[in-house]
């Protein structure tokens, strides 16, 4: 079986989307106390995927590497991503909590066949551009570490250097690193979340990948709503309750009704489509979902107008009330608002029913919001196993080959 070990796992979306992918984790590292309760109570509850975790509630700068044998299959992991975030302080390298330094360190350690590395779309920005060619240089060379007294800025322009020179690439470990700015709702997930991932290969095994295709997309979502009409059938809506077309999209829906094909790729999934069986969390019926408990206080104001059931939801984001949780909320088909409860929530990142999260709701959003979609994680996961599975037999087969020489 693949091995692989998580850094930063929090509640565990990115990790239970590499154990679904057929990994299986020598450890996972958290040092949030109430994220590490989450992972525990599942274990406790039996839940089948976490339950031999080996978890280590901890500052992964504290972990024993040494306990971890190299060239394992995988390194995983999202570094805290407030450094970066649209809603953080944008500090970047001047942030405490900017973690990719460590992550470097844990891949010189391990020289994993492969690693798997998210973050926020902030990381993007023109204003973090060198830092993120800084860190992507870092992975792709992480045997070149930075020298006593050596500004990153420094360090940065030797990696420059020694990558045009061509010096770096006789060095002995080196990554092929492909990062990808990804949009969830792309991939089946029932809420607009954009990510970088960052996935590198060992550069001596040869691995020809490439990021996923995605599967599903808007056109799809709007042929399926308002040329097919498919979606409102769907989900038994009556002519008369379905909402009329946004003037933004009637001239992309005119055209996909002229077109002879609907669109190749699914309908993105919307929060009616995620929510379709839960019932009002007021209601009698909810009791029979772990987490599905009213939580009273949204309402509308500039900048949080929250999110439509007929279309993907806006991004979960860490927090409750206010800023920026006051956009973990729906709008219902009357027009009024109301918080997502923690299992819609859950839901919406595609963690399965019969996990639990730790703590008040407010707690439990903001290890939500810090989440991998479940479906997202395993989908990225299995692209990878795939490629070191097809390295694995080209290897097995030169082995072959040469005994039989």
């Known amino acids: 079986m693949l091995k692989s070990v998580e850094m930063f796992a929090g509640a565990g979306g990115l990790a239970m989307g ?57 390194v995983a992991g999202g570094p805290p991503c407030q450094p970066f975030s649209m809603g953080g302080r944008h500090k970047a390298f001047g942030d405490e909590r900017d973690m990719f330094p460590v992550t470097v360190d844990v891949v010189r350690r391990l020289k994993p066949k492969a690693f798997i590395i998210e973050n926020v779309k902030g990381l993007t920005r023109s204003s973090f551009s060198n830092y993120y060619q800084y860190i992507l240089l870092q992975l792709e060379f992480p045997e070149v570490a930075r020298r006593d007294g050596e500004t990153w800025a420094e360090h940065l322009k030797r990696l420059q250097e020694e990558k045009t020179s061509g010096a770096l690439h006789s060095c002995g470990l080196t990554y092929n690193v492909v990062p990808t700015l990804v949009n969830a709702a792309d991939y089946g997930i029932p809420q607009k979340r954009e990510r970088v991932f960052i996935v590198g290969f060992r550069s001596d095994l040869g691995a020809e990948w490439s990021f996923p295709v995605a599967t599903h997309s808007f056109d799809a979502l709007l042929h399926s709503q308002w040329v097919s009409g498919e979606y409102w059938q769907h989900h038994n809506v009556a002519k008369k309750k379905i909402p009329a077309i946004h003037s933004r999209h009637e001239n992309r829906v005119r055209k996909l009704a002229a077109e002879l094909l609907p669109p190749q790729e699914k309908p993105w999934r919307t929060v009616r489509d995620a929510l379709v069986d839960l019932p009002d969390p007021r209601d009698e019926g909810a009791k029979h979902f772990r987490n599905h408990f009213f939580q009273d206080g949204a309402r509308v104001y500039t900048g949080h107008t929250g999110s439509p059931l007929d279309l993907p939801s806006k991004t979960l984001k860490a927090g409750a009330h206010g800023v920026p949780g006051g956009e973990n909320m729906m709008v219902k088909e009357d027009g009024s608002v109301r918080y997502f409860t923690v299992r819609e929530s859950a839901r919406l990142q595609t963690f399965p029913d019969g996990y639990t999260f730790h703590g008040a709701w407010g707690e439990a959003m903001r290890q939500l919001g810090n989440a991998v979609p479940v479906a997202l994680g395993r989908m990225v996961a299995s692209s990878v196993a795939e490629q070191l599975a097809i390295i694995q037999l080209r290897q097995l087969k030169r082995q072959s080959n040469r005994k039989m020489a």
């Open 18 to 74: 590499v154990s679904l992918a057929g990994f299986e984790s020598l450890a996972v590292v958290e040092r949030d106390r109430w994220a590490c309760d989450t992972i525990r109570e599942n274990q406790n509850n039996g839940y089948p995927l976490v339950n031999g975790w080996p978890l280590w509630a901890g500052d992964v700068r504290e972990f024993n590497w040494a306990s971890i044998p190299e060239d394992i299959d995988l």
